[in-house]
């Protein structure tokens, strides 16, 4: 799977407001085609598109704080 990070940066997230809150994560951006998750608990960042009426994950997840690329 691709790192979210190459997209969208942690500490770019952090200040942004809390869209919705799941259960480690707060999505950040929701344009209805793409979240974008900063997640609480591992720092890392998650991307969802919409995809055949559901969200799929599609870049990153919770450890995925773009250290080490």
């Not at 998750?37 to 995809?51: D, F, K, Q």
């Amino acid at each position: 799977m691709d790192t979210a990070t190459e997209q969208y940066k942690p500490a770019d997230l952090k200040d942004l407001p809390t869209i919705h809150q799941g259960q480690c994560c707060d999505c950040k951006i929701d344009t209805g085609q793409i979240r974008v998750w900063l997640c609480r608990v591992a720092g890392g960042v998650t991307i969802e598109n919409y995809l055949n009426h559901r969200w799929v994950t599609v870049a990153g997840d919770c450890t995925d704080t773009g250290e080490g690329i």
